[in-house]
Each structure stands twice: as structure tokens, then as C-alpha cells.
Nanobody
Framework: VQLQASGGGLVQAGGSLELSCVFS????????MGWYREGPGNQRDAVAT???????VYADSVKERFEISRDNAKNTVYLQMNTLKPEDTAVYYC??????????WGRGTQVTVSS
């Protein structure tokens, strides 16, 4: 499975960005997709996940501001980020987990929120 993330950039606080992650390869047994981020502390934390059935989970810090969605026809998962805050600044990674618990990561995309 290969993952290609895009959509990062520089935005002012209060602004919005949408990240996209395109999956390719053997995607038939992917059961969970998600977005994670690494801030200045270099700890990779979960931001939002979505199951193959569409069940979503969000980190408390992004609830009501971020929305994860997927387009199965395009093998793409999105992260719509609204009301961005400086503390959202991080490198964002998309991931995919298969039925056999293999986890794949895409390259990160930088999101910088200026105050």
C-alpha cells in the first residue's frame, strides 16, 4: 500500500486547510485510515481516524473543528481543518491499517498556522 498526502501549507489562525491522502496498491483489506501529526515535541499523535464502515474518532483537541472523510471510489481520505490554531502546527501523516494489522504511512505534509 502506498499513501500520498498533500494539501499542507501556511495559514493564519482561524483559517482552513484540507489535506488529502490517496491510497494505491493493495487497498482491498484496509480497515482503518487516519491522520496523525507530529508537533515540536516529535510525538506522533492521532488526530482523526475513520473505519472502512465510516465510523470516525477525533482527538479532543480537534473535535468540532476538523472533519475526516473518505471517497472509496477515489481511494482518498480527507481531513478538513477549520478554525486552525497555532497549536495545530505540525507535520501531518496519513496512515492505513489492514485487516492483518499492518500499518502503512505516507510522507508527512507540513501545516503551519501563524498567529
Amino acid at each position: 500500500v502506498q499513501l500520498q498526502a498533500s494539501g499542507g501549507g501556511l495559514v493564519q489562525a482561524g483559517g482552513s486547510l484540507e489535506l488529502s491522502c490517496v491510497f494505491s496498491g493493495s487497498t482491498f483489506d484496509i480497515v482503518l485510515m487516519g491522520w496523525y501529526r507530529e508537533g515540536p515535541g516529535n510525538q506522533r499523535d492521532a488526530v482523526a481516524t475513520i473505519t472502512s464502515g465510516g465510523v470516525t474518532v477525533y482527538a479532543d483537541s480537534v473535535k468540532e473543528r476538523f472533519e475526516i472523510s473518505r471517497d472509496n471510489a477515489k481511494n482518498t481520505v480527507y481531513l478538513q481543518m477549520n478554525t486552525l490554531k497555532p497549536e495545530d502546527t505540525a507535520v501531518y501523516y496519513c496512515s492505513a491499517q489492514t485487516l492483518r494489522d499492518r500499518i502503512y504511512w505516507g510522507r508527512g505534509t507540513q501545516v503551519t498556522v501563524s498567529s
